[in-house]
Each structure stands twice: as C-alpha cells, then as structure tokens.
C-alpha cells in the first residue's frame, strides 16, 4: 500500500524513466508509442522500466513531462518549387517515422519573410528547426537561436550550426568538364534570380563555381554569356533570348537548375537551334522531368538531402551526433542527348576518320 501511495504522490516521469533504462526521453517516448527505429532490446528495457514506475505514457502526459512539443518547425523560401518541395518530403518522411510532426513556413516573398520574423511564429512550439537555403541576416540569425532549440541547415550557409548540402563547386565543375572533354571551348551560362525578398545563396554560388570552373579548364566566357533571369520557364526563356542575342554565341550552355534549363530548351527550339547539334545544354538537379526531355543534368539526391537533415536533428535532440558537423552529400553526372560534339569538332573528327582517296 505505501508503495501505491508514493506513486501517487509523485507520479514517475519520462526522465525517470529515461534515466533508469539508461537513454535519452525521446527514445522513451518512441519506444512506448511503437514508433521504427528504436532495438527491440531497448524497447523492451524501457517497456519494463515503465512499468516498475508505473509511468503513464499517455501522448498528453509525456508531452508535459518531457517539455517537448514533438514537432519540428521547417522554413522555406518558395515551397512551389521543386527542389524546396521534394527536399521537405524527405524531411517528413524521416520526421513521420519518428512520430514528429512537421510544421512548415514558407516565406514567398520580401512581406512573408518580414511577418515571419516579426511573429516568430515557432517560439515554444517546435523542438527543433530546419532551415532550407534561407540566407539569414545577423538580426535573423541571432532571432532563430534565440529559439533555443538544435537547427540544422539545408545548403546555404552552416550559421555555425548543423549543416547538410552538396560540394556546389565539384558539382558544377562536373558539367564544365564534361562540356570541355566532348570539345566545348566557348561556354555560357544561365542564371535565375529570385524576386526579392527571401533570397536564397545558391544561383550565387554557382554562378562563381562556374566562373572558376571555367578559368580552371582554360575556356573562354565573356560577360554577355552569363545571363540572369526571374526565376521560372518565362525568366530562363526570356534570358537564353539575351544569350543568343550576344554578338557571338557560345556553342554550350549550363543552366543553374533543371527548371531554367527546361526555358532554355524553348527558346533554342523556338529560335530554331537544334540542341545538341547548334547548342550543347547541362542542367542541374535532375529533376523528374529531365528523363522526358533528354537532359543531361548534375543530379543530386534532393529527398535524401531532406532526410539527412531530419535525421542530423533528430539525433541532436537525443543528445547523439555532432552540433556542429558538415555533411556533404554526393552528386552525380547524368549524361543524356542534350550534349554533343560542337558542330566544327564533329567535322573535324569526320575528316581525320575518314579514308584517304
């Protein structure tokens, strides 16, 4: 009887329970909602810890007793684009199977991303944050760790926190390189921008990885090749205009992403330039229409980016990993019928091929 008085009196805790089966409240938490990724042998530790305690593991009650709200906020600038939408289904997928909940902002313009930091909208009501390739200001930054919580980073950069991303300067010397070795010497390049506001840091990065890609390769650009446009079909199309309207064209083409890549393909074809006979074209990205339109592209693993971030915060939250760690995520060259010889370099391996008469 006295033993039943005690647990009345000062019902057990997550924490104690967490301390007694020797991990952390959360794998507590997972292991008695039945959630993946949790061993059998410390489930069934924890299980029985639960019991001698008499711990309720009711949601409400461990909600309380833990001080965790069990979601995660996520902060994007456009969620309408590919790239920030398929990075966030691999972060709900991970965060799902933990049993978390996702709570998403996005920006979408200079106005969002003002009442976003006016409002702090996430204050007390996220265990943790993932930012996606927002480029915060020191105000900005210094507003989010306020939070108090683990952040992780999605491109951009780290904020001295957790970061995951790709190597942007391998990836793009990848598409130069392939460009050089198929004969390419004039090399242009389309970027979009996006409207003001959210800004995001990668068109810029690719644009100076290309320029010392370039330089590196010992191939020729010139400033009227580097053109930029409003982010969209419209904005690339409207740019690979002002590209071709140079006072001499480059016989290749990469674009900062898959998307302006598509714009591009357009207007060549709309111009009547046959791609890649009259015009080699990279993309980046790989997005899932690239297949259908014979892209060749960078590829990078965007859902699995999203992942990794879930799974690099979950981990902090349990106290495992490093707070300050840099994961870089491998990319791939996807080679299809968007890139070819330059005409002049076709002929001349046509005559060298060709028998003596």
């Not at 419209?234 to 740019?239: F, I, L, R, T």
């Not at 690099?312 to 300050?324: I, K, Q, S, W």
Request: hydrophobic share 45%.
């Amino acid at each position: 009887m006295a033993r039943r008085l005690r647990r009345q009196a000062a019902p057990a805790t997550i924490f104690d329970v967490a301390d007694q089966a020797g991990v952390s409240a959360s794998t507590v938490s997972r292991s008695l909602r039945g959630m993946p990724n949790v061993a059998s042998s410390t489930r069934e530790r924890v299980e029985r810890v639960a019991d001698e305690l008499g711990y309720d593991a009711s949601p409400a009650a461990s909600g309380l007793a833990s001080g965790r709200t069990t979601t995660i906020g996520v902060v994007v600038p456009f969620l309408s684009r590919w790239y920030f939408m398929r990075v966030v289904d691999g972060v709900e997928q991970v965060l799902r199977g933990a049993g978390y909940d996702l709570l998403l902002t996005n920006l979408g313009d200079a106005a969002g991303r003002t009442r976003f930091f006016q409002r702090q909208p996430f204050n007390r009501k996220v265990d943790g944050l993932i930012l996606v390739d927002v480029a915060l200001q020191p105000d900005e930054q210094a507003q989010m760790q306020a939070l108090g919580v683990p952040i992780t980073v999605v491109a951009g950069a780290a904020l001295g926190v957790a970061s995951v991303g790709i190597d942007e300067t391998q990836s793009v010397r990848m598409a130069v390189q392939h460009l050089a070795h198929l004969g390419h010497e004039q090399i242009g390049m389309i970027r979009a921008e996006a409207e003001p506001g959210p800004g995001f840091e990668v068109p810029d990065q690719r644009r100076a990885s290309f320029l010392s890609a370039v330089a590196e390769a010992g191939l020729e650009t010139e400033p009227e090749w580097i053109v930029t446009g409003e982010w969209g079909l419209d904005g690339a199309a409207v740019a690979t205009q002002n590209l071709l309207a140079a006072r001499r064209m480059p016989t290749a083409i990469f674009a900062g992403s898959d998307e302006t890549a598509f714009g591009a393909l357009r207007t060549l074809r709309l111009a009547g330039l046959e791609v890649p006979r009259h015009m080699s074209v990279v993309g980046f990205d790989d997005h899932d229409m690239a297949g259908v339109v014979n892209l060749t592209t960078i590829a990078q693993p965007v859902a699995r980016i999203g992942a990794a971030a879930a799974t690099m915060l979950l981990d902090a939250l349990d106290g495992r990993g490093d707070p300050f760690a840099r994961v870089v995520v491998p990319t791939r060259l996807v080679v299809r019928g968007s890139t070819a010889p330059p005409i002049r370099r076709r002929r001349q391996v046509l005559r060298s091929a060709a028998p003596a008469r």
